[in-house]
């Protein structure tokens, strides 16, 4: 899926995915002009518009889940688009929602109800809010996997589309998941693959066969779906691996049929980003799995929250996680900007600009026919003009943080809580690291790796165990916090604890549960997390270890209601704050990797950085600045290296110039002077080291003498300025 592509190039995108009838029956509250406005949408006017302004790509309204007949009028509103798009040298996107407006659809498809969700009461599940018209479609109806096929070839072939983009890429929330027959027989052969043996069913439910199982629901009077802060029921944590592979298996086969009709088809999905929330359980969400079938990501982070203590989480920066994990596996990063605030930050962690708001989103308005605020306008000139910098680059951070798919599935709250705080430390200690997913754990995705973080990991398997014991031994090194390892991936409690060659731990009470009196039978069993009780720093083979026990957050969970889909709690932006031992954190981390900031920023709080691997193999360190504050500063920008910068520039909005740096020794590092810094700046360099012959070379792969270690990143030898 890694292949090249024009989105690889960053994406300056604009929307109005929503047709016209979409937005009727949504809301009568409707600006008088409104018809006259559509119809400017799909003008060769507006379409050179956008082309004189840098926009790449139009995300244009196409199944909104309208029958054929009331749909046919806008199928050929998107025709006419994606011709004018093609030939003003556009790319043109079409728009995919995976719901059923059923008053519409009813009228050319009596079928249709066969292809939604009905929940555990036979009933049938709706968007939400007041959209009663529109019903949630099941992935596993074969009548809606034919009918999208259908929509899929008449997109492709018929409008010439150059991107599919899946909104609504997800399964619905209980209590309105769906049971219908279709998920009730794919579930029960999915429990039947997983457990395949008599042996392996008793070990996991205590008796044989699933003919007689069902889908579970939920005590929605006395113990709704949103109530549990983690799930051990075996059949509900099948389920919740069930609702990802359903829609893993459903952007899959989409995928790859679209891709048999054009291969080079570029698909983009909705739903797959990282937040606070158990987005397993929610949705189906399992996003290193998904991502590998899509070309894009798009991210509508859910995670803010308003906050009014001192060091609330700048709005701009929620979005970090989901582009993180997109640079680790390759991916473009598809969004939106209100202000140059949030436009800086696309570009430093994204690659793109995506959406500008003030222009619509869903639904264009007549402001994107104003010229852009100047502001704006010379990021997007800067953008324009140095792609080499931005687009579908590499991590260069050597801190890796693992985010476990069973222990955030089946854990919703305290992984999240310690994943969340873990990164944000990171992010705003200015530690370049990536995030990483089970996918990646092995020796092959964690060779540019010195540092893993696990963040009270409790599920982990003895192949996991057996990687990271040898990622240690070889030389690496490894933070372990909480719980981590409580649990083998079968869930069963260990009886010797993971990594206890390491730590030497020694026995685990193995008391996770322990039963009362309590005729209340949601209160009969209190779950306990054992863990050790004091830090511990080891080094083992040729690597080091630290084993944190305990991070002192400042909210627990629970702390807060976050009212994600209205009712579920999660870990949202105000739990992100750093926890009040965090200098223990960073000092241990700090002797795990003597290598833990390969380049430092001074002089100002506001500033938020990350290293990447450029498309020619050079180095860059994007620099972003929050805050209302954009007035110039200098800063001092510093590099841990044995040799000045071979060749170094720095590119910043408005400068139409590269400014080379000139370099001066401190200490281990080699420092240089930023000028006139505002918004966003990015430096690109490559490092260099004496040989033995005290010849000047590229730098290679970082060394494991902790003596002396230099930073040290894959390097090109050809870079132009």
């Not at 719901?99 to 009596?110: A, C, G, H, I, R």
């Not at 619905?172 to 579930?187: A, L, M, N, R, V």
């Not at 990271?468 to 009886?495: D, P």
């Not at 627990?556 to 949202?572: A, L, V």
């Amino acid at each position: 899926m890694n292949k090249s592509s024009w989105a690889d190039k960053g994406i300056f995108s604009v929307g109005g995915w929503h047709p016209l009838s979409g937005r009727l029956r949504r809301s009568v509250n409707q600006p008088e002009e409104l018809e006259e406005q559509y119809e400017w949408d799909f003008s060769e006017k507006r379409v050179k518009l956008l082309a004189s302004r840098g926009v790449d790509l139009v995300l244009s309204q196409f199944d909104r889940g309208l029958g054929d007949s009331d749909a046919s009028e806008d199928h050929e509103r998107a025709r006419k688009l994606s011709g004018l798009c093609h030939r003003y040298g556009l790319k043109h996107g079409s728009y995919l929602a995976n719901t059923v407006y059923f008053e519409s659809m009813l009228k050319d498809y009596p079928e249709c109800e066969d292809w939604v969700v009905k929940n555990y009461n036979g009933k049938f599940s709706h968007y939400g809010g007041e959209q009663t018209f529109r019903w949630v479609v099941c992935f596993n109806s074969p009548g809606w996997l034919k009918r999208m096929k259908n929509i899929i070839r008449k997109a492709i072939e018929y409008l010439n589309t150059d991107l599919l983009h899946f909104d609504n890429l997800a399964v619905w929330p209980e209590p309105d998941g769906c049971h219908c027959i279709y998920c009730q027989k794919k579930f029960r052969e999915f429990l039947y693959h997983r457990y395949p043996t008599e042996a392996e069913q008793k070990y996991r439910f205590g008796y044989t066969g699933f003919d007689t199982f069902r889908i579970p629901n939920f005590y929605e009077n006395f113990q709704p779906a949103w109530s549990f802060d983690c799930f051990v029921n075996p059949l509900i944590q099948d389920y919740i691996d069930f609702r990802c592979e359903t829609v893993t298996g459903y952007i899959k086969e989409l995928g790859q049929y679209a891709r048999t009709l054009n291969p080079d088809i570029l698909l983009d999905s909705n739903g797959q980003s990282i937040s606070g929330v158990n987005r397993a359980f929610l949705h189906g969400i399992n996003s290193g799995a998904q991502l590998d079938y899509v070309d894009i990501m798009c991210d509508e982070c859910p995670d803010y929250r308003e906050d009014k203590e001192m060091d609330a989480i700048p709005k701009s920066i929620l979005k970090f996680r989901s582009m993180k994990q997109a640079r680790q596996l390759g991916k473009a990063v598809f969004t939106s900007f209100g202000d140059v605030e949030e436009l800086a930050f696309n570009l430093a962690f994204g690659g793109s600009p995506g959406i500008f708001m003030e222009w619509g989103y869903a639904e264009q308005n007549s402001k994107e026919q104003n010229p852009l605020p100047e502001d704006i306008q010379c990021l997007l000139n800067h953008f324009q003009s140095n792609r080499h910098l931005y687009g579908t680059l590499r991590p260069g951070g050597k801190v890796a943080v693992l985010r476990s798919q069973k222990s955030l599935s089946y854990i919703s709250t305290s992984t999240h809580l310690s994943a969340c705080v873990i990164e944000q430390i990171l992010f705003n200690r200015r530690i370049p690291f990536t995030i990483i997913g089970d996918d990646e754990l092995c020796a092959k995705g964690l060779k540019k790796i010195d540092l893993l973080i696990l963040p009270d990991v409790e599920y982990l398997s003895e192949e996991q165990e057996k990687i990271i014991r040898n990622f240690v031994f070889s030389g690496k090194a490894l933070m372990l916090t909480e719980a981590s390892g409580q649990f083998k991936a079968t869930g069963r409690i260990r009886k010797i604890p993971a990594f206890n060659d390491i730590f030497c731990f020694g026995a685990r009470n193995s008391d996770y549960e322990k039963e009362n009196a309590c005729l209340d039978s949601s209160r009969q069993f209190k779950k306990e997390t054992k863990q050790f009780s004091k830090t511990k720093f080891v080094k083992f083979g040729n690597g080091r270890a630290v084993y944190v026990p305990e991070i002192q957050y400042r909210h627990m969970p629970g702390s807060f209601k976050s009212k994600y889909n209205i009712h579920y709690n999660g870990i949202d932006s105000r739990y992100w704050k750093e926890p009040a031992n965090v200098m223990e954190l960073l000092n241990a981390m700090q002797w795990l990797t003597p290598d833990l900031y390969p380049v430092k920023l001074y002089d100002n709080k506001n500033i938020f950085i990350d290293t990447v691997e450029l498309r020619d193999k050079s180095q860059a360190c994007m620099i972003f600045r929050a805050g209302n504050d954009a007035a110039p500063v200098n800063l001092r920008f510093c590099v841990k290296t044995s040799q000045a910068p071979l060749m170094s520039g720095l590119y910043m909005p408005g400068n139409d110039k590269t400014e080379k740096l000139q370099w001066g020794k401190n200490g281990d590092y080699f420092e240089a002077e930023l000028r006139g810094v505002k918004r966003l700046a990015v430096i690109k360099y490559i490092l260099t080291k004496k040989t033995s012959k005290g010849k000047v070379k590229n730098e290679g792969k970082p060394t494991v003498n902790r003596k002396s270690v230099v930073c040290s990143h894959d390097a090109h030898s050809v870079f132009s300025i």
